[in-house]
């Protein structure tokens, strides 16, 4: 057992840099590295290749953490604490799918979806799995767990060309399905959208049954050794890309008009992951955590999105230091959480046209 083997991930339950612009971030993940090896994962590759450190999270540390937000009751300078005592839902799978294959034989997920039970505690799960096994439905809850499925294309042979070990769509598709039938909010991820004429074919099969769908176009990072590929398979330019950072994004004109069209044909709220075109989402939160129950009403509300709607009266945020969030070159001496936002808002970002050759 991993366990014996010291092999567990210390770091399952943290506050990620995305506070700045998502009202989502409080991310849990039960392992390190997926076996889904989705070739566009951001969190799955590294240089563009595949991550091979495989790791099941050390759910004491969580325990600890719950523990000491709940039932003893003191002061903390502990972000995640605070967190916690807000009720901040968590988001289950920022870094890798909660429901892999390994799960079924480490049961790290079904331990955390046991203590959320036992707190009451919400947590949205992102996955692409398919199944689960009928004792995980005697601890699921409805009012505090909350589900997106992640689906690219409704063409299973499309979706092999980027995630080589995923369950097909339509299979997919009857967990969503079985999930709704037992009253769970479950919202679609198109994320990535690679192509929009499959994007459309999800969009028009699910949008009547799901309770929201949120689309986050492909960002190809600049150490992404399959950009030829990529390019090729969106069949698309470096020239309709914009450079941000260490990420090639395409360009919002092209991403607006997207956007729209989507819109137009869908049945249920659309949600913009894009950081340029949050606006354009259908309600507060691009993942739509704002419109599943009041149990998830303690979501991060001081971030971009949020403020650039209009909505800034009140607005709670964490006061622990948050500066373990970003890494060395990234920290700014002084600034708070609040600093960290501000600063996010008045200096996003600067974009340029991508300059790389294939």
Known sequence: MLEQQNNLYKYPLAL?????????????????????GCKYCFANLRGGKIEKDFKVA????????FYKAFDVPSSTKDLTVELLRHKVPIHLGGMSDPFQKAEFEYKATYKLLELTKKYRYPMMI????????????SILDNQIHAFQISLISMDNNYIRRFEPNTPPPEDRVDFIKKLKSYGFWVGIRIQPLININEAFGVVKELSG???????EHIKIGNDNNNKRWMFEEMNLSPTDFKCCGREYELKTDIKRKNINELKAISKCPIGCGDNDL?????????????????????????????????????????????SSCFNSEMRVSGLDFKGYVDLYMSAPPKEKQCNFKL
């Open 16 to 36: 990620t840099q995305q506070f700045r612009h998502c009202g989502n971030p409080f991310r849990a993940d039960t392992y390190k590295g997926c076996s889904f």
């Open 58 to 65: 050390d759910i004491e540390i969580i325990k600890k953490k």
């Open 126 to 137: 992102s996955t692409k799995a398919a199944f689960l096994p009928d004792e995980y439905y």
């Open 209 to 215: 049954i799901v309770d929201y769908i949120t689309v």
């Open 278 to 322: 949050h606006f354009m989402s259908d309600s507060d939160n691009c993942c739509g955590i704002d419109t599943i129950n009041s149990n998830f009403d303690g979501w991060i509300k001081y971030n971009s999105m949020y403020l650039n709607k209009g909505n800034a009266n009140n607005v709670w945020y964490p006061k622990c230091n948050c």
